[in-house]
């Protein structure tokens, strides 16, 4: 009772302040008590409901505010929080680190000079603060949840903190929470308490059914779970949730499918609960009784047992236990902005969550129960624990104990948890280990080093085979192994950090306590994977093999660190390697690695261990036997070796045993490479491969070839020839009589096979062993004297040579330039992660010149210096097969043209450390000696089978070498270089001679078994002489052998060229002949176009015209294309070659029908309105240019036979490929695609080539009746005198007003009835001047019809029949639309308007022109051609109510349209229908169109813009016709703009003639295009010169036959064209055009539309998109791409915003963005990664080099590399320039053809 009476008088905020207060005083408060308060709000204000729309879910976020988190500030502030935390913050030393924390894409800045490791990273706004922004900085992208480690002196080594936190650095210190009122803290305390036990008791609380008793409400009783499945009947009916929970097993797929059928809700809907469920970690997704929602979570996991991929996590939940968690969230929250504001509460919040507890302290307990909460609660408390914990050092060391005693624990929920890494508390570690003072001491006093380790080897325990070593299984899936190598990570953070600066003792016990661990890890991975040789089969299958790399990956730089802190204090290197031999002693003893056989060679007999590389396991996983080596080179430093007292202990392994896997491992990788071990598959040739895998190498192939060496020191050097020999199975081979007495020949398969056998005595018996064929000898002893080279000479490594680390890396540098100039992102790949302090840049400055990227393209590359040639090694350890022979091909391709002898002798040495000096002996030992004496006797003997040059060629290597170790030798015992060396100074020469070597050189002289290495041999004989004193003594044999050397040499060189040339020959003639059958079509135009007299008569012949011929031959009279003055037109006949059959044909009414190659696509390109979504208007082109047919031709002309059949067979072909492959197609053969036969260029329709004459002028009378008014009034009583029909026939499509309406022409009679007799015969006279279009064979027909219906049909996106009245506007909309294009193209390009097109461009424009001014009697009945003329001529000199304004039409459009519609205005017949072809009645429709689009300029006219301007300079007076021009624009301003009711402000006639003439430019640039297209008449000079747009406006106006702007008596008082302009402005549309309501205004001139500008600067563009959210689920969008057409923003690849379409199903944003801003296609960059996809259609796409690269000129996709990009100009030029020019779909299917990439385009 007394409880619930509390609760009553609780229910006020301010009585329950005052309730705590008075508990507060009595020092009786506690948690229950805010419980008591919460219990009564909570519920009202956060619990959900039926009406609740759980995709928005909304609170009342005002009383929530006010009763629920005012009440608690209220309370600790005692009376005016505001006031009270104002002082508080006063108080309190801002935070001196920004911690910052990164949201996923958000850019973050590292420092490559100052960074402690690349984990150091700064936020944008510190960056640019900051002075690393003069330094190497790299540029990244967060995957989220790591903070700003700006402020934090460990992490930086230099410039530690911007210059905005600079201030808050100084103070720092003690907290300020010493300096608050105890009151106030002791408030604060039991708040933070409450609040925090209260959150995680909520966040964890596991019955979902019910809430604590405590917090039960009395008028509520929720039911128990039990009771509700046992049907007793609570007091009032509860409402429950379903809450479906996120988990990392299934696919986003898996779970909308789920949620659709479980929740019946619609495809969207699914998409945003699954949307949500993924960003916050569960949703809830129904509401209402028991029952309900226990049905839904049943058709749950009723739908998941289906799925392999395990049941989802889904709860039925009380909705007062959802209420309250809600609110628990909302609490931390609000915590951590508490704690973010006031410092001190900081202190404060780590005091309380470390505090012992009953329970444990609060941190531990929200550490263990990370993997209970969902993705949302866990990175609650994350943030919280950052901001509470992690921003001050010593509440960061308390952080690192708890969690490193917690880590094994942790690691093991991570373990079985199905949330990402980032998800997990662990990936906390980063924050803790990365720093060193806090990484020491946890090693000190945490044992942390071991405690990491043990938790790893905890697990490979798990994963160890009968033979007790690790082993993955291919087929299951190892994911809890994925989770657990995170421990790897978590160790390299470890001791990523500098060696210590100090050793205790606890540090290095704490220290050689996890190495000992770490050495369990590696000895169960020694002798991983092993192999064995298959014989016979092939192996069935291949073993996995990954996963043991991968791990290796991650361990290689766990070691190197290891070993770097181990060689920094004698005491632990001892110890460490103490512990190494012990191990390895212990793993060796395990397979019994003893001494069994015994050898004989040079006089001795060694005991050697016996072991058959082909028939037992060899593995290549050693990295225990690795270790020892690598902390052997630290030995010496210390005055240590592997013989000192030490290391004398009683279970140690001998070098022998050591030395033995590492050598099997070695000869193992050269046999694979040899190809000896093909029948194990690819999983062994991988292996290989990554064995020497430039990122792991160094601690694997390096540290093999460093034990090696090692023995080859320690050991004596015969015994260690001899074991290398018998490993290989060659040691029979340096018998004198080997090849006598073991050789046999046996028939394989009819082929002879040459084989060694062996013999030996088993029991008395002799027993004959096939050892090798000739061919697995020869290559093994290959092989061998390549493992000597290596031992001899690989030296670079510090420890075995007198080197430094940066020795050995210019020398990485140098053999990788040898190859090729090689790149900056290639070099910067051979310095491995660990020593990402070194700049590469640095060291190849010194070794190599940088040469920037020739015209902008490509990338710069290093060149190595010409004087570092020499130290060429081509035996160098780290080439690959391939790079090796490529790096001898080019230095000799070097020498060869520096005409220096070809001779690549061995290079000049790092001498040996004093440790490793006699690893020399090898060389000089007496059983090298013999196989080298057996490989020179035996090269001389040609019955010898064993022998190759590359034999001679190494063995004659190695030779030099030794000769060059002598002379260093020689030389530095006398020179006072170093320290002088110990006796005896090594000597290849004596022996060399004593054994018979030098002679057997000598011998080998001039052998042609060995010419090609006869340059070598010369080399090698010399150096020996030299140093032998004899190099007087063979004064006679040296130059001869030199000279037969080189006249050797010539001789091949010789045979060479000739070869080379031969085949160049042949080449070229293909070449020739190629281009003579296919190329015709691709003629330059002006040998396609004959001039002078021959052409004339051959234009004669095929024309048969009559006109005067003279004209044209006439050069000196300038061209006009249009009107009466009309220049002769050239019809030269046209031959083209059929691509498909090879055929010549010319182009004429008599022959079969000719076609090209033509793709029409639906464009934006040039659109002024790209939010436009208004119909096509069909009668006119738009004057925004959106959305108009663009047709494109790579002008390769077929017969039209040859095509149809060739279509027919590609569409079989496609029907036959089965469904599944067509997904990724280039081209789709339903939309009736195709690729050209001979370009593989993109089609979707053929253009049919026109016999020219059809379109020659017809000789006709050419009165000079120029009267454009007359024909305007002609036309205007014809639209006047318009036969008006409606159509009532059944079929006809009554919705669409234009078709049921049909005009029928009055008759030029009609017409003529109301002009005055004068009149009349002008008017006739304009109307009649057309060409006949001559009869068009059927063929040619049939192709017009195809080329007609595609632009309709993909222009109107729909079917259509033909007669359709759309079929030919469309085509001519095309026709205006493509030359619209070309005139910008080259605008934007700067080349000159009518030439440079190319002959594809020429081909491609003529022919089109010349269709559309051909195809009206074939593609449309004389009827509908006239109605749809007499509709256009109403819409333009009528302007019906209703009507378009002149200002929507695009005045080019309707230049295109109208010479072809007019001409069948008064037409009796088809036949009597005329071709445009420049006629007097051409000339009026261009005027009229030029007249309208002045109109269209002056009403656009920016007149305060106008009057700022000057006019242009000019010296000399504008000329008569000029001010004439000036006057009659003047006039015609005042006259347009008065009618139009606008601002006629006074504008001077120079400036307004200069503007217009400006604007109009483009338009007359079409023009001239398409009367020079169509007619053929010649270009002038000036336009075929590149001049400026302002110069080339006279010569436009007189290519056109125009003299001025002025349009006859336009703006004469009265006239017909003055009322039709006044018409025109009057119009009631004009006035909202220009108010800007009717879409953009259009202004002149059109500019080029391009693709929007870029900033320089990369990382503007990171930053721009980091701030973007995904605009459909308001969450962070994990790929933001950007429209380059139009800048905008978009969600790409991610289900939140995809979209469904029909036929095709969901595609995502960026193609559902094109479908509306590109007509389907375009361009996208994709920012976060630096990527360029060019889509189209929807369904198809490409990747393109991006337009941004580093300094090194290098592109960086994915951001790998992480350098500061900027904008590469010529590539952004280069796309801008495919994008105006429409080649998108052409180029994506030409990428497509090439590559095999499986990208689900649609999806972007
Ligand atoms: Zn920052
Ligand atoms: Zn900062
Ligand atoms: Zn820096
Ligand atoms: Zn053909
Ligand atoms: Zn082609
Ligand atoms: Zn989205
Ligand atoms: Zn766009």
Redesign the pocket.
Known sequence: MMKDNSSEAMKSDVDAVAIWEAKFKKDTLVGRDFREYWKLHVPTIYAPDESTNFLHISYDDDSAQKLLFDTLKQFICIDNPAEVLKHLKELTTPAALCGKVFRMGEATYS?R???QDSTCVLCRDCFAA???QQ???KMNQSVGGGYCDCGDREA?K??FCCSIHERNAVGGGTSSLLKFPPEIVQRARAVFSAVLDYSLEMLTHENTMGLPHDLRSPLEQEGDADDLLSGAEPLRTPLYVTMFYNDETHTFEQVIECLRRAVECSQRDAVDYATIIDRVGRSIVKCGDFQTCNKAKQVFEHHSVRHSSGPYKVHVMHTHVVAHQTFAMRLLLWLKKLIEEVDGFRTLFGQIVTEPAADGPVLERVMKSDTQLWKLARNQWHLLLIQGMLMEHDSKKVFAKTFTRLYPALMRDFMCDDHNHSDSVTSLSVQIYTVPTIAYMLITDEDCLFVVTRTFYDECINRRNAQGVLSFDARSPNTTWRRISYCLNDLRYLLNNMRPPQWTDQLRKGFLHGFNALLDVLAVMEGMDSSVRQMGNHLEFDPEWQTAFTLFGKLSIVIYHLMDWCSSDRMVLVKAYRAVLRKLYGKLSEERLRPSATVTAAGKTFRVIEFDMWQKPVSLHLPLTRMLAGLHLHLGRFGLQFGSPEFEMEDRPTIQQIMETSLRAVILTTQVRAGMWRRNGTSLVSQVHFYSNVRIRSEIQDRDVQILQMAAALEDPDEFIMTLMLRYGIHHWLAPDFEGVMRRTTEVDGEPVTYFVETVQEGGKTVTNFVQTVQEFTHNLEEMMLVLIHVFGERYQPGVGEVTREDCLKKEIIQCLCIEPTPHSKLSKLVVAENHNVSIEQLADQVAEFKLPQNGTGKGVYELKPELYSDYNPFWYHYTREEQSRAEGAQRRRKRLADEPACLPPPQLPPFTPEFRAARNVAVCRAMLDVLLTVLRRSADLTARVFSETLFQRALFLMGLALNEEERSAAGATADAGPPEQPPAFCFSQPAQQCGIVDALQNMVGNPRVSSHADLLAWVNAKLNRLLGRTAAAPESQPSTSEEAGSEQKKRRAQAAARRARILGQMQAQQKKFITQNMTALAEPEEAEPSGALSAERAAAVTGSAMDLSEGAEPDRWPVCLGPRQSARPAAPAEYTCILCQATEQVSSTRPAMVMAAFVQLSTVLSRDRASTAANPVLYVPSSLHRLPHTSSCGHAMHAACWQRHFENVCQRERRRAHRLRHNMSYDVQKREFLCPLCQCLSNTVVPLVPARMVALDGDDRPPADNINVWVKGLQLACAHTVVQVDESPGADHSVEQRRVRYRSPGLKTVLKHMTQREGNQFRAQVRLGDRIAEIPTSTREMMITFAMVPCMVGLDGRVELGDRRVPLLTLQTCAYTLHTTEQLLRHTGRPLLAELGSRGDICLTQLTHVCATMLPVVAELGTAQASCLGLLRLLLDQPAGGPPVTDMDAFGLVVILCSLTTTLFAEHADGIQAPSGSLQDLQCVRLSLLLHLVQILLTLDVAELTRQQPMETDDEPAAGDQDEQQWLAELYTLVRSAAGVEVADVSPPLLRQYVAGAVTPFLRCCALYFHFLTGVRAPDELLQPLPLAAQYPHLLRYLGLDSLCVPQATDCQSVLQDLIAKWCRHPDIGPYLAGSRGPIVRYPLSVNTLIPLPVDFSELINKVSDFTCPSSDGESRVPAMCLACGELLCSQSYCCQVQVEHIGQIGACNAHLMRCGAGSGVMLRIRECRVHLLVNKVRGASVPPPYVDKFGEMDQGLNRGNPLTLWREQYDKLNRLWIAHGIPEEVTRLMEDSFSQTDWQNL
Do not use: E, M, N, V
């Open positions: 420092c000079d100052c960074g900051s002075a690393h330094h190497r900085y930086w230099d410039s």
